[in-house]
């Protein structure tokens, strides 16, 4: 039984690592086209723990800019810290990635990821 899944799972996980990397141009124009309209977008923004809150549109019209909060990497990720670079890189949602965690492997732009250590210091800040 075992051995007829073996296929199959590497099949799903070749294929689910194929489709993760930059969004699809197709998403671009829809994204652009609804201007504003949409208040929710920062309303109960947060995560604690890995777990991500908020919005789970992915074309809101808000992109996720991590290229300023760089000089932020080595201090200790906290909600407060995490909740302030959420707001300082325009994104929509953000969440914290620890060493071991499972994490989905979709590409999200208005997602910022807060990649820590074990001590929870942030080693990179990305966006997807």
Do not use: H, W
Not at 37 to 54: E, H, L, N, P, R
Not at 103 to 125: G, H, P, Q, S, W
């Amino acid at each position: 039984m075992i051995r007829k899944l073996i296929p199959f799972l590497l099949v799903a996980s070749l294929t689910a690592c194929a489709n993760t990397g930059a969004p699809r141009s197709s998403s671009t124009p829809a994204a652009s086209s609804s201007s504003g309209t949409s208040s929710s977008a920062d309303a109960g923004t947060s995560s604690y723990g890995g777990s991500s809150y908020g919005s789970s549109s992915m074309g809101g019209g808000k992109t996720c800019d991590a290229s300023s909060l760089q000089s932020q990497i080595g201090q200790k990720a906290t909600a407060s810290v995490m909740e302030d670079l959420r707001t300082r890189s325009g994104s929509e949602t953000a969440r914290m990635l620890r060493p071991g965690q499972l994490v989905t492997m979709e590409y999200n732009a208005t997602r910022l990821n807060l990649i820590l250590d074990d001590k929870d210091v942030m080693t990179a800040i990305r966006c997807g």
